[in-house]
């Protein structure tokens, strides 16, 4: 369903009050972005779906009801599954990996689309910093150190208004230009297991 219209005034509402406020993101921008402390990537498993984004080359075919699917492999790495519908109605999907380079609970993961054969490129790994995240992993925001991209995540296609506009104050408290989202509208109901 598309977010419903009491839902996009608050958007636009909380859009419009970060335009008076531009000078204070400035000055937090200039801090190194904050990931969340401690990640339990076994908890983070399943079917998120995408609420919104920052627009971005590598997306711009999805139209709508954009998912991912992440699975943990017996290596420690996870299985990526991007889904997205274009604007003919197919449903758009890229495969990838994420890895987690430093400690077992580091939040701060890289992901990879590229071939295998690719792999020992750094340049092929993106980074995927999860910074903020609810105690019951229903609710996320993934960005990298240079906050060109964002993305807000959920468990279900939709959220409610206050808990996405006290997310929306965080991440502007962390230097995000969250005027630059984009919502991403879900017309099909979710499928289990997608």
Avoid at 64 to 90: E, F, H, M, P, Q
Wanted: with cysteine; net charge positive; charged share 20%.
């Amino acid at each position: 369903m598309f977010a419903k219209p009491s839902f996009l005034a608050a958007c636009a509402t909380l859009a419009l009050s970060g335009l008076c406020a531009g000078s204070a993101l400035a000055a937090d921008a200039a801090k190194p972005l904050q990931p969340i402390e401690s990640l339990a990537v076994p908890r983070y498993m399943g079917v998120w779906y995408e609420i919104a984004k920052f627009p971005n080359e590598f997306q711009k075919k999805c139209v709508g009801d954009t998912s991912a699917t992440y699975n943990l492999d017996k290596d420690g790495r996870v299985k990526v599954i991007n889904r997205c519908r274009t604007a003919d109605g197919k449903v758009d999907t890229a495969e990838g990996v994420a890895r987690q380079p430093g400690a077992a609970t580091s939040p701060k993961l890289e992901v990879r689309f590229a071939p295998a054969i690719l792999s020992f490129i750094p340049m092929v790994w993106g980074d995927y910093w999860v910074i903020d995240l609810d105690n019951k992993y229903q609710l996320s925001a993934v960005s990298e150190p240079k906050r060109e991209y964002l993305w807000i995540l959920s468990r279900t296609p939709q959220v409610a208004p206050a808990e996405y506009n006290a997310l929306l104050a965080r991440l502007k408290a962390q230097g995000l230009d969250t005027s630059k989202l984009v919502l991403t509208p879900h017309t099909v109901a979710p499928q289990s297991g997608q």
